[in-house]
């Protein structure tokens, strides 16, 4: 289930990178947030990277969007939730969302929820394909 509060934090993301605003995108992490990209670069801390966010949207993701689309909400208490959907970046909507994500949600004491893990995994659709064909029994059951 995907509160409204929920919902407003991944539009507030989405708003802060559409914007190219890396002080904002920033601000809907944690203070201590860890960060994962798809190429592996881990950003440690909110200052982190919305500094390193904020110089690449002033080069090459200049003009980018951000597209998201959740597919589950998992609770873990009043407090903490594991939030997993496809996403991308780009100029304009793509037809398939290429990334895998998981977001670690937390509710801090000012009552928000805060993004406190990030990681990002580029889908590789062939080699999961050929991995199944191989491996029937490594498909996921979901």
């Known amino acids: 289930m995907i509160t409204s509060e929920i919902q407003s934090l991944f539009a507030e993301l ?3 990178w ?15 947030a860890s960060y994962t990209t798809f190429v592996g670069t881990v950003y440690h801390g ?4 919305a500094a390193g966010h904020q110089a690449l949207f002033d080069t090459v993701l200049k003009g ?13 208490g009043p407090g903490a939730a594991v939030v997993t959907g496809r996403g991308d970046v780009a100029r304009k909507r793509p037809a398939k969302l ?19 893990s990030f990681h990002n995994t580029r889908r590789r659709p062939l080699m999961e394909a050929v991995s ?11």
């Open 132 to 142: 199944f064909r191989y491996v029937p029994a490594s498909r996921p059951r979901g």
């Open 46 to 49: 909110r200052d982190d990277l």
């Open 98 to 116: 290429t990334k895998v994500q998981t977001y670690t949600l937390v509710r801090e004491a000012d009552g928000r929820w805060r993004i406190a």
């Open 14 to 16: 989405e708003d802060a």
């Open 64 to 76: 980018t969007q951000m597209f998201n689309e959740i597919a589950e909400v998992r609770f873990y």
């Open 18 to 32: 559409n914007r190219g605003d890396g002080v904002a995108y920033g601000a809907c992490f944690t203070q201590d």
